[in-house]
């Protein structure tokens, strides 16, 4: 599966930006996709997960209450729509895709993931 992220950019603190992942070659819906990042100088962290089938999700926790996880089955797409932004969100961000029936707890394991995005700059000012 080749994945296309997008939406990233530059945005102030308290903005909302909304990240899309189109994902094509086989069937979407086989798939359960995440959101990772990786701001300057740090390792690529988990975001959001989304599982396949059903669509239970999960978040890192200083995300939460902010950044929203969806899919679009009929568009291919999985989205992150992140509100109050803030600096410490700036970063790269990735979608993966992974076809393991991963559980909930699991969305978070980078390892599990057998497709990748090739990245979307986001950028908070402060």
């Known amino acids: 599966v080749q994945l296309q992220a997008s939406g990233g950019g530059l945005v102030q603190t308290g903005g909302s930006l909304r990240l899309s992942c189109a994902a094509s070659?086989?069937?979407?819906?086989?798939?359960?996709m995440a959101w990772f990042r990786q701001a300057p100088g740090k390792e690529r962290e988990f975001v959001s997960g989304i599982r396949r089938g059903g669509g239970s999700t999960k978040y890192a926790d200083s995300v939460k209450g902010r950044f929203t996880i969806s899919r679009d089955t009929a568009k291919n797409t999985v989205e992150l729509q992140m509100n109050s932004l803030k600096p410490e969100d700036t970063a790269v961000y990735y979608c993966?895709?992974?076809?393991?029936?991963?559980?909930?707890?699991?969305?978070?394991?980078?390892?599990?993931?057998?497709?990748w995005g090739q990245g979307t700059q986001v950028t908070v000012s402060s």
């Open positions: 993966a895709a992974t076809s393991r029936g991963l559980i909930s707890s699991t969305l978070s394991v980078e390892n599990f993931y057998d497709y």
């Open positions: 070659g086989r069937t979407f819906s086989d798939y359960s």
